[in-house]
């Protein structure tokens, strides 16, 4: 089984329900056992600014897919639940990006891991540190220095739920 971490984000509608609704598709999925899954931030938009603000979240899971078909996956899940993709960095009902694959390094023309401006955003790192805090591998490692980097308050990133009240799937 191979780890995998996601970044899950939602700017649109009822935001946590739309970040239930991903958790509940992925653990719909045999080949996918859910380790963990972190507390609830939110975020300001970053790019384009003119939005609504995000709720973001990390998972991580394990799975014998590949990672095209984690990307795949992850595409199928953002169309069920109704993602459309008008511009960079737009408002968008849910956002599933691969963060780290397996401590890989894969490249491809439709999928880069690590994911290429992971370590550049707090919205990113804070939850993504949160659900590993004995970093394993050199791209966890940098996860968790690049984090002491930043000012996590100036970027924007609040919590929003803790974990200690984990997020439910109905």
């Not at 899954?37 to 790019?47: D, K, L, M, N």
Request: hydrophobic share 40%.
């Amino acid at each position: 089984m191979k780890d995998v971490y996601l970044s899950i984000g939602t700017n649109m509608g009822d935001r946590y329900d739309n970040l239930q609704q991903a958790i509940a598709l992925l653990k719909q999925e045999k080949a996918i056992e859910l380790v963990r899954i972190s507390s609830v931030y939110e975020t300001a938009a970053v790019g384009y600014t003119d939005q609504a603000d995000f709720l973001n979240i990390a998972v991580h899971l394990k799975t014998n897919k590949s990672s095209a078909e984690m990307l795949q996956l992850c595409q199928s899940i953002e169309q069920e639940l109704g993602r459309v993709r008008e511009f960079r960095w737009g408002p968008r009902i849910i956002d599933l990006d691969i963060l780290l694959y397996n401590h890989e390094n894969i490249e491809t023309e439709s999928l880069i891991v690590p994911h290429p401006r992971m370590y550049e955003r707090a919205f990113v790192l804070v939850p993504l540190v949160e659900i590993t805090p004995t970093p394993l591998g050199k791209q966890l490692q940098q996860a968790h220095h690049e984090l002491q980097q930043l000012d996590c308050e100036r970027e924007g990133v609040a919590l929003w739920k803790d974990c200690n009240k984990p997020l439910t799937v109905n």
